[in-house]
């Protein structure tokens, strides 16, 4: 399976290849051979290329109701069908894409912007600094996440805003946690010592060594953690918790629609098709990124 | 033992501190005029200032936690501003239906997650390995509540397998004692009703107890790949030790710890997604009780809700980590 | 001479990997005569644990198979065997001790549970037999309150200790042959030389027949009688251990033993073998040590030479003693 | 040969400690430390290498990192070219850090991964602000020269190296900013034999063309005894001998460097040589035994020997010893 | 059970015989003697006079008894707990005779200290049985509010003779006093449970109450010292809350449940075809609405309303949301109620019309800003699907410049914060009459006196609250009817209302459940019902 270890193993020096490589690139090709992966970022991509030209590609608008074309099955006019307003769900889905990818992407942004900031405080100055960070992690982590989204949600109100803040919020002690990891078994690493050793300051190092060795697991977790995301928007939605109407969130659409799985299924079928879809690549993407970044973290 | 017991226990203090501050704030976080957002706007000042002070909203932001924290170390859990009914009479039945309903759905995850996990280990690259792998993928990029409805859709509405909603056949009502039907059941010797109880519990346990299982399956299989890998399995094959001996016996052990971790953590996305199963399911558990608070905005019920549940959460991770101290004795010395 | 206990003829182990076959044993053939310590030396990588494993049939599978050759041990064929036939053998006529004393060890079993193991399969104990023996065993091999430690964890024993108790484990069913690969390259020297004097008495006192991998000269020096050499999967020379470092033939063991620093004499400067050892694949052509050699010929590069007896038990692999040579080229 | 005139010292190590707190099992600290160094004295003379030696855990890396404080001694002086770098500021200590530099062990986790040869050997330079353009250019380009590197593989990773070209990426590193010493801490025991003499041969080079002073810490007694002049034996936290290569090899005086050298095997099957073989292992720095670390070990225990602690004391021609076989008040004895 | 040719293949029957799920093995269906209800919501409280929503009342309706009641089906008034009464000439005396021997479920005595007890608390506004938050809104919107009370005292002339004494003649006071709001309360259990009463009722009706468990069941058992002979027939009613109407269904076809609420209009089909289900139809007798908040501007601006009104598609969400099982909406009260104008032609749908009669209220570009438009968060008789309705008629609003954005909290909030009327600027509701009487539409949710509590657009007409006053002191039903006709124009004109729709609710029940007469009110008793 994983054979991208192999260049470590004893001693034995690894054939040269002719032209320098740099870690990039190896993994760009050692992910490249792998189909699961690939499939992934076909999905992805398909995801994104929908959500950016949804204006150009949506048949209709996501919000025009046509309430005498109400629960139309798919048909050539409607490709997907309608859902009960009589909204075209090809339109909807496409435009759907756009909220999740947006929560997805932007959350993991900002818990991943916030974690490893703190993260990095943890485990670079240590000490007491470290003890309260820990603890904080600790405390976000003792409770279930979606719980502590929700709990969220309930205090600053439903919407998609409040919904994407919670699951940042809730993502903050993930990315915290696995970098102040990273730069703990980092810093025993005797390349750190040497670079204390030539005399570089501590910015240097957290700049030119630390961070650049932390960003694949960071990658990693982060493409996973945007499947997480979407399932958790989704979640809220469905609750009633996140995008209000008639914003087209995919969660949302199921919630309104779960009355009409018996007469018109397609209107949950499909919504809930694209939720899986989206994470599915999300996380296909991410197993490959990790084994083609770092074929030790597995799980 | 004892000693590392104690340490652990020590350890979870400064977490639980930090657990009610927040459940604590939660309160505070409200934008506004808690007492005022709570009870509307035509309340009059009276009721406002005597919800204010049921909450203690009226006293010093310090005192008001230590009051809180005080109540809750003699087991007042506050009152419901809705029924007002202490909670901890209130919340005792649901929490019978979510612990019965995260159980049967992490039984469910591990003995499917499991045994698919070591067996796509043994059969490595075989087409078990990939099917069981492809299917433990899509399981955790499955969004339960559309599961939820799926099944819902599929085994009760299409082909009447299996009950759509609830705990149990409100028409054929069982004696709680325990609360965990199951087990009532049982103890009864009810068997015709256990296994309508089972019957309700299968939809709901699957569509919660999916996630977990596809990341147990995925993680017991790296894992095990992983040890089988390790010098002490070769040690062992050169003993001679017949292969069965030698996964089920020095592998599993070794594998199952990350495993375990794995499992500790799972069960809080069992607990959280209990909220989106037992609407689904109409489930009567801590999940619909905490969201319908949420919509009453019936504060001391939600953080009661979320405090209860962090708990539970933090409690068996506890006894994961005790767990492995068991499994690995390594663990104390560390 | 005394018989033979395990003969291993044309030997190739190779392994798939993403970046090709790669031939990790490479045709060798070597004899392991009773009651003899037989060293195999060479540098890391060159497939001295790969031919151990593949003689107890444990390399891992996938990537690692044996392509050609037979194992025989009392005559018998190992590559023939079925795992079922194979794990009678393990542990009970050929058993192995492996490097790392700190991984060997099954962390969460205890020294007795995993002593006990082995005893009750092959000499079929009970459990209060198989017990006693482990524990005699323990005092065997040297360890300090057998009764006691037999129900200690491994994390609670030192590496020194712990490879006591792999070889305690190696031994317990009285093995024929005794593989061990780099026993002591993890340990401290002075630990080293306790390791070392226990499997020299194993040897002299109840005659155990040994096969001993190491990459350390001073070891085989130590303890073997017979030595191996080898180089990027192959033999390059093999020859009884005076013999060896009066007179060694072969270009690699000469600058082998000359880089070599040495605690007896003083050295200006040591010598030192130019390049690394080459990557291994299966269109290598030639002496697998031409690239490094100084006293390279064209035909080294070209073809590859036999391993050719040259008189009282020593044999070597170069085109430089060769009789071939000339009509070669 | 007496102690070294001043002026040739370039480094000169007093009372040097290093204390680590000893993790505890239970709820609170216990107390303890585990006492890595302790009390550690010896000096070094300008253009001399220095070996430092002794088993696994005694000790040898931690003196060699204090030195350049990379590692904060909990006590001693370290006067490093007529200075005292115990008390300079973190800032003064990391300019000064441009005259003495290490070379580590581990030939693979002592490069960056992420970085190719250029960026690595550039460091050094940007960091002490030597030169720029093409003038740092070229001043890695004869780095790469200096150490027997094509200066093609610039653009190259560490991983696309073997272990002894990775070696010598990490000595032309610490070359780049023209230090007086080097801390060699293991630079030839990951390395086959092969490869050894290469790297060895590199350094004594080194040493001739540039003046360098090494402290060469090292196991393998043979490496040391042809690549130092002076050697010191360090047995848990301790010098136990110090003398000039050939009086140790030839006169060992202490117990334990007699059973040390009488261990290595020697690549001689003829050299039948009186084995000297240790009872037990080396304790634990985090309970050394009280008096005479070693006197669990030694072969010549006396009394004294358990109750107190033998000081480094010369016996005559630059040999220093802690031991009380040597020492005068117990001469008698002996 | 049997086979039969419907869509849905060979189950025909649900809930009994083709699988061996939950239901077959309850005991056989023929003596079952336990209804399972499906409902939309959970009840609010379960003290009838301080709630004035469907869910509650529909318990309170089987745990409590009013002094008169309605004749099944109707809204005719019969005795119930006075067996009969004397009215003075004036109208402002009644004089009732109780009926004897009747217990409430805690044993204690029915008696006319009980009726002055339970009067007397809700219309003394200092009662010290009126708990924390609570607000008698039915009393003062059926009797007047305090100041303008109707009835002037009740006492008790003997252990079995109650009089009223009023202030003014009121037409439909007997009519009112049938309400279930009304019920008589045990005093005892109400002095001994204090706040918790609303939690654990105690009254006279056919049902006693055994257990809550919120948002999910009531169980209520049957009173075996019932004073109506033979009844009730049932053991044991459960009411399930299953706020997914077509969960709802799936657990009726599914057999989980025996009678449901609130059949989603899309599913008549479904329902229709299955031969194991019935149909049942509910009188319609109800009217949904679009409230505007009349307090915040725009919306006191009578133009705008009428603007707005224009910009709804009656008949389109008829179509869509009702499957036809519905009448576009003219005036407050149903077409079934004496009273009713027909001569009122209703605001067409029409947004051109509607943009410029924004234009002309000064408006050209569209209401300024953004408005909360509240959706009902559940379903209800007279609106299936609030939410829908809403995101429906947000769009059409869209378009000519008038940008809503819905909130649907959960529905006790709901009520709390259209009565408070802060939050919200335009409100989604409907209303069911609980007695047949006009007033019991126009006055109770239109008039100032219902301020605050059903008037929640907080619309104040001095003219129209002229009118009805008259109305209800007027003894003549013609000159009432008159007097009603003349309110429904000012309403109309003024537009403080979009009306919506008059829905004919349908239920869904188990073929072989029986004695099920559904009520014009939307209440009705169970205890006639039985399984065959
Ligand atoms: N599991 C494996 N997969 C791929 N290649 C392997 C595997 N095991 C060994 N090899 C290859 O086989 C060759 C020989 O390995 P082997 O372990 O026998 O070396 P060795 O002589 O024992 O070295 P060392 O002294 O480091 O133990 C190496 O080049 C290695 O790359
Ligand atoms: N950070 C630390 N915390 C606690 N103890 C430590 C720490 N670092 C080192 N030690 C202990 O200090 C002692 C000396 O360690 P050091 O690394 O200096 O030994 P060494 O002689 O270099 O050994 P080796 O040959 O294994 O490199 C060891 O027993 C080690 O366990
Ligand atoms: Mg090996
Ligand atoms: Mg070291």
């Known amino acids: 399976m994983a054979d991208a270890a192999v260049t470590t193993t004893g001693g034995t020096p690894p054939a040269i290849p002719s032209r320098a490589e740099g870690p990039a690139r190896e993994t760009w090709q050692s992910f490249r051979r792998n189909k699961l992966a690939m499939l992934g970022l076909v999905i992805i991509g398909l995801f994104i290329l929908l959500a950016i030209f949804a204006p150009l590609i949506a048949p209709y608008d996501f919000k025009e109701q046509q309430l005498m074309d109400r629960l139309k099955a798919p048909s050539g006019k409607h490709w997907l069908g309608t859902d009960d307003l009589g909204r075209d769900l090809f339109s909807r889905v496409i435009y759907g894409a756009r909220i999740s990818l947006w929560v997805g992407f932007s959350s993991v942004v900002g818990s991943i912007i916030l974690g490893t900031f703190l993260g990095i405080l943890a485990g670079f100055y240590g000490k007491w600094l470290d003890m309260l960070i820990s603890r904080f992690f600790d405390i976000l982590l003792a409770f279930p996440s979606m719980l502590l989204a929700i709990a969220i949600v309930a205090v600053l109100g439903p919407s998609l805003q409040n919904a994407l803040i919670a699951i940042a919020i809730v993502g903050i002690p993930v990315y915290g946690r696995l970098i102040r990891a990273k730069v703990l078994s980092l810093i025993n690493e005797e390349f750190i010592t040497a670079a204390r050793s030539i005399g570089m300051k501590n910015g240097g190092i957290l700049w030119h060594h630390i961070l650049p060795n932390s960003l694949s697991p960071i990658i990693v977790q982060g493409t996973l953690g945007i499947a997480t995301a979407i399932i958790e928007a989704a979640a809220l939605g469905f609750l009633g918790l996140g995008a209000q109407p008639p914003a087209p969130e995919w969660g949302k659409m199921l919630a309104d629609s779960r009355q009409f799985i018996q007469i018109a299924p397609w209107t949950v079928i499909f919504p809930g098709v694209s939720i899986m879809l989206t994470v599915l690549g999300f996380n296909l993407m991410g197993d490959g990124l990790r084994d083609a970044l770092d074929p030790k973290m597995k799980n | 033992m004892n000693s590392y017991v104690l340490k652990r226990i020590f350890v979870l203090i400064p977490v639980l501190v930090g657990m009610t501050l927040i459940v604590f704030s939660i309160i505070h976080a409200i934008p506004g005029d808690p007492a005022e957002t709570i009870l509307g706007q035509k309340a009059t000042e009276q009721s406002k200032e005597a919800l204010r002070e049921q909450l203690g909203l009226d006293k010093p932001w310090l005192q008001q936690y230590f009051m809180y924290v005080g109540d809750l170390l003699k087991g007042d859990l506050g009152e419901s501003i809705r029924t007002k009914v202490p909670i901890a009479k209130e919340i005792t039945p649901y929490l019978a239906a979510t612990l019965e309903l995260t159980f049967t759905a992490m039984l469910f995850a591990l003995i499917i997650g499991i045994n698919a996990g070591i067996l796509s280990a043994w059969k490595q690259n075989s087409w078990f390995d990939y099917a069981a792998m492809l299917l433990a993928l899509i399981g955790i990029s499955m969004p339960i509540f559309w599961l939820g409805l799926m099944e819902q859709w599929l085994f009760s509405i299409k082909l009447h397998w299996l009950p759509s909603i609830g705990r149990m056949d409100q028409r054929n009502p069982l004696e709680t004692q325990t609360g965990l039907y199951v087990l009532d059941a049982i103890i009864q010797g009810k068997w015709d009703q256990l296994w309508i109880v089972i019957k309700h519990l299968i939809l709901p346990s699957i569509a919660l107890g999916t996630i977990p299982m596809a990341v147990i399956a995925r993680m017991t299989r790296s894992s095990m790949l992983e040890v089988m890998k390790s010098d002490y399995i070769r040690t062992a094959r050169s003993k001679g030790l017949p292969q069965f001996l030698v996964v089920y016996k020095h592998a599993l052990k070794n594998a199952f710890i990350p495993v375990l971790t794995v499992v500790g953590l799972q069960t809080g996305s069992l607990l959280g997604g209990a909220v989106l199963t037992e609407t689904i399911f109409a489930w009567p558990g801590v999940g619909r009780y905490l969201y319908d608070a949420i919509s009453y905005r019936d504060y001391p019920v939600i953080q009661t809700g979320i405090l209860i549940i962090a708990f539970i959460f933090v409690v068996i991770n506890l006894i994961v980590d005790l767990l492995y101290a068991a499994i690995d004795r390594r663990i104390k010395y560390r | 001479m005394k018989e033979t206990v395990l003969e291993i003829q044309e030997l190739r182990t190779h392994f798939v990997t993403s970046k090709g076959e790669v031939p990790a044993v490479d045709g060798v053939s070597l004899v392991v005569r009773r009651g003899e310590v037989l060293g195999v030396v060479g540098e890391s990588g060159c497939g001295k644990s790969v031919t151990s494993l593949s003689v107890l049939q444990l390399i891992p599978r996938p990537p690692g198979k044996i392509v050609q050759g037979s194992i025989l041990f009392r005559g018998k064929d190992l590559v023939a065997l079925s795992e079922r036939e194979m794990r009678k053998i393990r542990g009970d006529r050929i058993s192995m001790i492996f490097q790392e004393p700190m991984s060997s060890l099954n962390p969460l079993f205890t020294i007795g549970q995993q002593l006990v193991e082995a005893v009750k399969i092959h000499l079929g104990l009970g459990r209060k037999a198989a017990r006693r023996h482990a524990i005699g065993m323990l005092a065997k091999v040297g360890i300090p309150r057998p009764e006691s430690v037999i129900d200690e964890y491994p994390h609670q024993l030192s590496g020194g200790m712990r490879q006591r108790v792999m070889i305690a484990m190696a031994i317990s069913c009285n093995p024929e042959l005794l593989i061990a690969d780099e026993p002591t390259t993890a340990l401290d020297v002075t630990i080293q030389a306790q390791i070392l004097d226990l499997l020299r008495q194993l040897n002299e006192d109840n005659g155990t027949t040994m096969m001993m991998i190491t990459h350390d000269l001073g070891v085989v020096a130590e303890i073997c009688t017979r030595v191996v050499v080898m180089y990027a999967g192959k033999i390059v020379e093999e020859a009884g251990t005076e013999q060896l470092f009066e007179n060694p033939l072969h270009p690699y063991t000469q600058g082998l033993i000359r880089s070599m620093p040495l605690m007896n004499e003083d050295r200006k400067r040591l010598y030192s073998i130019p390049g690394q050892v080459p990557a291994l694949s299966l269109d290598m052509k030639g002496c697998r040590f031409a690239d490094r050699c100084s006293k390279v010929m064209p035909i080294c590069r070209e073809q590859l030479p036999e391993l050719e007896d040259k008189g009282s038990g020593q044999y070597c692999r170069c085109w430089l003693y060769s009789a071939v040579k000339e009509d070669a080229v | ?334 | 059970g049997g086979s039969s040719n419907n869509a849905s293949g060979g189950s025909d029957n649900a809930g009994a015989s083709d699988q061996p799920s939950s239901s077959a093995s309850a005991p056989s269906e023929s003596t079952q003697d336990t209804l399972i209800l499906g409902r939309g919501g959970d009840s609010v409280s379960l003290d009838g006079s301080i709630v004035t929503d469907g869910e509650s009342l529909k318990i309170v309706h089987q745990v409590f008894d009013s002094l008169l009641e309605y004749k099944e089906g109707t809204t005719e008034v019969e005795p119930a707990l006075a067996e009969k009464w004397e009215i003075s000439a004036d109208g402002l005396t009644y004089t009732f005779t109780l009926r004897q021997g009747v217990k409430f479920h805690d044993g204690t005595d029915f008696n006319a200290d009980a009726v002055v007890f339970n009067f007397n608390r809700w219309s003394d506004p200092n009662s010290e049985y009126k708990f924390e938050g609570d607000s008698f809104d039915y009393y003062d919107s059926m009797f007047g509010p305090d100041g303008a009370r109707v009835i002037k005292n009740v006492t008790a002339k003997d252990d079995h003779t109650v009089v009223f004494t009023l202030n003014q003649p009121q037409a439909p006071f007997l009519q009112n006093l049938a309400m279930t709001c009304f019920g008589i309360a045990s005093p005892a259990a109400i002095k001994e449970k204090k706040e918790n009463f609303k939690n654990e009722p105690v009254g006279t009706g056919p049902f006693v109450f055994k257990e809550w468990k919120r948002n999910d069941s009531i169980t209520l058992e049957k009173n075996p010292n019932y004073w109506k002979e033979g009844l009730p027939k049932l053991n044991k009613v459960i009411v399930r809350s299953i706020p997914d109407n077509s969960a709802r269904f799936n657990a009726l076809q599914n057999g989980e449940i025996d009678l449901m609420e609130d059949v989603n209009p899309d599913d008549l089909t479904l329902l229709e075809a299955n031969t194991s289900l019935q149909k049942i139809e509910r009188p319609p007798f109800n009217v949904a609405y679009i409230g505007f908040n009349t307090k915040k501007k725009p919306f006191d601006d009578p133009k705008v309303r009428v603007a707005l009104n224009y910009a709804v598609n009656k008949q389109g969400l008829i179509d869509a949301f009702f499957a036809g099982q519905a009448k576009p909406a003219v005036n407050p009260m149903p077409p079934t109620l004496w009273g009713y104008n027909d001569q009122i032609q209703d605001y067409t749908y029409d947004l051109d019309k509607a943009k410029q009669l924004l234009s002309d209220a000064g408006y050209p570009d569209g209401l300024p800003g953004e408005y909360t438009f509240y959706a009902m968060p559940v379903s209800r008789p007279y609106m299936p699907d609030g939410k829908k309705v809403a995101e429906a008629i947000q769009a059409d609003f869209a378009k000519i410049g008038v940008k809503v954005n819905i909130e649907s909290p959960e529905w006790a909030t709901y009520l709390d914060d259209t009565k408070a009327g802060e939050k919200d600027d335009l409100y989604m509701l409907g209303w069911t009459g609980d007695n047949g009487d006009p007033d019991n539409f126009i006055y109770t949710l239109l008039d100032k006196d219902a301020i605050p509590g059903n008037n929640r657009g907080f619309y104040v007409n001095e003219n129209l609250h002229n009118i009805l006053v008259e109305a209800q002191k007027e003894i003549d039903q013609n000159k009432r009817s008159d007097l009603y006709k003349q309110a429904q124009t000012i309403i109309h004109d003024d537009a403080p209302w979009i009306p919506l729709v008059y829905t004919t609710p349908i239920l869904a029940a188990k073929a072989n459940l029986k004695g099920f007469i559904p009520n014009p009110t939307g209440t009705e008793y169970y205890s006639s019902v039985y399984f065959e």
């Not at chain 4, 003064?92 to 986790?109: A, E, I, L, N, T």
Request: aromatic share 6%.
């Open chain 4, 1 to 334: 040969m007496n102690g070294p005139k001043p002026e040739d010292v370039l480094l000169e190590v007093n009372g040097l400690k290093k204390y680590y707190p000893a993790a505890a099992g239970g709820l609170k600290r216990s107390g303890t430390y585990v006492k890595a160094v302790d009390d550690v004295n010896f000096a070094i003379r300008r253009g001399e290498t220095f070996g430092l030696v002794g088993e696994s855990g005694c000790g040898k890396s931690t003196t060699g990192r204090s030195l350049l404080r990379l590692i904060e001694p909990t006590g001693g002086t370290i006067l490093f070219d007529g200075q005292e770098l115990t008390s300079l500021s973190p800032e003064q200590m990391r300019r000064s850090r441009k005259d003495m530099q290490m070379v580590f062990q581990d030939p693979f986790s002592s490069l960056d991964p992420r970085q190719n040869v250029k960026r690595i050997l550039e460091e050094p330079l940007k960091v002490h602000g030597i030169g720029r353009g093409a003038e740092r250019r070229q001043r890695v380009e004869q780095l790469m020269d200096i150490v027997g590197l094509p200066i093609g593989h610039l653009q190259r990773y560490p991983h696309q190296f073997s272990g002894g070209q990775r070696q010598r990426i990490g000595i032309a590193r610490a070359l780049a900013v023209q230090p007086k010493l080097i801390v060699a801490d293991e630079p030839v025991s990951a390395l086959d034999v092969s490869i050894q003499s290469q790297v060895i041969n590199l350094l004594q080079d080194l040493q001739q063309e540039f003046g360098l002073t090494y402290l060469f810490i090292a196991h393998d007694l043979s490496v040391v005894k042809h690549i130092c002049d002076r050697v010191a034996v360090m047995y848990l936290g301790r010098i136990v001998e110090i003398a000039d290569k050939q009086e140790l090899y030839q006169h060992p005086q202490h117990p334990y460097t007699q059973a040390l050298l009488s261990s290595v095997p020697q690549p001689d099957p003829k050299a039948k040589r009186q084995r000297i073989i240790l009872k037990g292992e080396v304790p634990s720095p985090a309970n050394a035994p009280q008096g005479c670390a070693f006197h669990t070990r030694c072969p010549h225990v006396m009394d004294i020997c358990r109750l107190q602690r033998p000081l480094l004391a010369d016996t005559g021609a630059g040999h220093q010893t802690a031991c009380f076989l040597y020492s005068e008040s117990v001469t008698g004895g002996v």
